[in-house]
């Protein structure tokens, strides 16, 4: 006989490692999903019950004894609504990414995530075992197959699952973000539903861990492919669905909630705020300070923090020193008066020549170089460490993916601090968010970032009249080049044949690859793009792996 079943898309913000406050929070959406929608069946993300990516937690050895509690405290709330809950589920020894499909006193099955992600910054083939078998239940009059991330990218889970009947997949992931994500999940899905000949459901974790951020956009496709409900990407919620089931027990979704698709300006923006948030609030800071100097990077970092935390918990500190230049001064005071946030202005000059005083029978007879500039960038990282200390707030650090890329900046300097948003974001992409900031952001347009700090040539104003082209390629080159190595793996030689001058091109290679040590002193960073630093990119500090091919 036709008729409706209501499921609930569990899209939640859960913590690693909070197995107690994470089974709580999944108790109680059921009894939400229940109670508020009438709903038959709630899914939740991938590993709920841990967090994800829960690393080597998963080593410790009291893991199932805790995650064994989770599951009888979730089987005793005996609720009637069929909960479909991601877990680590251990069996002889080993390890399986698996998820219960509970109703009430009994869990009616389990299945084992078949395809283990060893790539970018997946390495679940560390901890888990791949399963082998589909899963399909009877649910509400629906014949319903299961599956967990990684196998929604290969064809055999969905073919498993067609051929044992199912009419309905149900997918549940903790899929991170990267630009155009959601694109690429979409045409995923498409292609999988045609293979499946079944509407699929898509469940996404919500919200930031570590430089990872989860952003959401559950989903639902019809069996031809057509993207019928999406939720609103980086908002943690529950979202209801209904799936029509014929009398030959076919599967349909109805057109229901688009939420609207965002540029990519918005994408990365909203991305860093909640990376931002998450990691200040699940690391239980009382708030953040950072250096602002006057120039684009700590600007967009100061509008970044104040929209992911409120101005009450930012803390901005202006440390000028001789080379400083007036409009720096004025434009880091107006950003900070505008946005309201609590400022300092602390100049260094004192420090720095005392620190000079100090050194006055090392440095005899020897040439002012890049070391006294150095000098300058650490007085202001003690002053920063310092009043993290005293207050309880982390420091954030401004530096972008260009500069960390060739080691522009200073270890224990500007590098000094807990987190680091702009880690993944490119010179030319801080400049487009600067503008989206200032004019797409809210509903009315607020120069938030004074327009003479986005107009005005970088620099770190270390030396007198320096700007970073002195010392680097345009940016507009050096980003080209930085994604065609970093992030596409092209050698020298196939970046040259794109069309770049030889000469620039091997110089910014050997940076990249003389500074690595830098970078693994780095903070981390919300990572936005394929192949950020950090998980994504792992190379060895000491090598000798030549340039060229």
Known sequence: MAHRLKVVLAQLNLLVGDI??????????????????????????????????????????????????????????????????????????????????????ECLATYHKQY???????????????????????????????????????????????????????????????????????????????????????????????????????????????????????????YPLEIEVADDDSCTVPEQDLAPELSMEAQVYKALELGVRDYVNKNKFKGIVLGLSGGIDSALTLAIAVDALGKDRVHAVMMPFEYTSKLSIESAAQQANHLGVNYQVIAINEIYAAIM???????????????????????????????????????????????????????????????????????????????YRNTDHAAEAQEVIPRQVIDRPPTAELAPGQVDQDSLPPYGVLDKILELYIERDYSADAIVAEGFAGEVVRRVLSLVDLNEYKRRQSPVGVRLTRRGFGRDRRYPITNAWPIGE
Not at 25 to 33: K, S
Not at 376 to 401: E, F
């Open 357 to 435: 005083e100090a050194l006055g029978d090392e440095f005899a007879g020897t040439e002012i170089d890049v070391s006294e500039q150095n000098i300058q960038a650490r007085a202001r990282g003690v002053l920063l460490m310092a009043i993290s200390n005293k207050k309880g707030v982390m420091v954030l650090t401004t530096g972008n993916k260009s500069e960390i890329a060739v080691g522009y900046s200073t270890l224990y300097g500007d590098m000094a601090g807990g987190f680091d948003p702009l880690k993944d974001v490119s010179k030319t992409l801080v400049y487009k968010l600067a503008n």
């Open 116 to 238: 283990l992600p060893n790539y970018q910054v997946f390495d679940e083939r560390r901890y888990f075992e791949p399963g082998s078998s589909p899963c399909v239940l009877d649910i509400a009059g629906a014949r319903i197959g299961f599956t967990i991330c990684e196998d929604m990218w290969q064809s055999d889970p969905i073919v498993q699952a067609r051929d044992a009947g199912a009419k309905l997949l149900i997918n549940i992931n903790a899929s991170p973000f990267h630009i155009n994500k959601l694109e690429e999940r979409k045409q995923l899905l498409q292609q999988r539903a045609a293979q499946g000949e079944f509407p699929i459901l898509y469940v996404n974790l919500v919200g930031g861990q570590d430089e990872l951020v989860f952003d959401g956009g559950s989903m639902a496709v019809t069996a031809s492919g057509k993207c019928h409900f999406l939720a609103p990407s980086y908002v943690e919620g529950m």
């Open 20 to 105: 107690d406050g994470n089974t709580d929070r999944v108790i109680a959406a059921a009894r939400q999903a229940s109670a508020e929608f009438s709903a038959d069946l709630i899914a939740f993300p991938e590993l709920a019950l841990t967090g994800y990516p829960p690393e080597d937690l998963l080593l410790r050895p009291s893991l199932q004894i805790r995650v064994e509690k989770a599951l009888e405290k979730i089987l005793q709330a005996n609720l009637s609504i069929v909960m479909v809950v991601g877990y680590p589920q251990q069996i002889d020894g080993r390890l399986y990414n698996a998820l219960a499909i509970i109703k009430g006193l």
